[in-house]
Every structure is written in C-alpha cells, then in structure tokens.
C-alpha cells in the first residue's frame, strides 16, 4: 500500500511550491480571492487521495478473497492461466 500511495503524496506535497494547479490558477486569474483557490484546490486533492485509498483498500480485499482460503493458503486454481 505504501508504493501505491508515494505518487500521490509526492504530488501533494508540491502543490503550491513547485507547481500551482490548474484550477486554482484559474481562480486567481477569474478574479477569486486566493485563499477560496486555495480551498478549493485542497478539497480537490483530499478528494483524489480519499478516492486513491478506497480503490487501493477495495481492490486489495478483493484480491485477499479470491486468492487465499480460510485458512490463508493461495488457492492454485486461482492463479492458473488456462
């Protein structure tokens, strides 16, 4: 889970000092006040990450269930490629 994760995070933590995003770009040019940009563009990225961590938790169940058994062994028949 944590190399799913670095992207984004790395990404994050940019934000604002490397880049600036386009959206809140946008906004400060449209005439907006910076801090609502710039609350905005927070929302927008909890929002990513919060989706990022569901899809990473959902399909790693997902795969644990089809996968292993009861008892934690690898079904074989699941990983056969015929």
């Given at each position: 889970?944590?190399?799913?994760?670095a992207?984004?995070?790395?990404?994050?933590?940019?934000?604002?000092l490397?880049?600036?995003?386009?959206?809140?770009?946008?906004?400060?040019?449209?005439?907006?006040?910076?801090?609502?940009?710039?609350?905005?563009?927070?929302?927008?990225?909890?929002?990513?990450?919060?989706?990022?961590?569901?899809?990473?938790?959902?399909?790693?169940?997902?795969?644990?269930?089809r996968?292993?058994?009861?008892?934690?062994?690898?079904?074989?028949?699941?990983?056969?490629?015929?």
């Amino acid at each position: 889970m944590q190399k799913s994760f670095a992207p984004i995070l790395a990404s994050m933590a940019a934000t604002g000092l490397v880049t600036l995003p386009g959206m809140m770009t946008g906004q400060i040019l449209g005439g907006a006040s910076p801090m609502v940009a710039i609350k905005y563009q927070l929302i927008i990225m909890i929002a990513i990450f919060v989706t990022l961590t569901l899809s990473v938790v959902i399909t790693l169940e997902l795969a644990l269930h089809r996968c292993l058994g009861r008892n934690g062994q690898v079904k074989i028949n699941t990983l056969d490629t015929k």
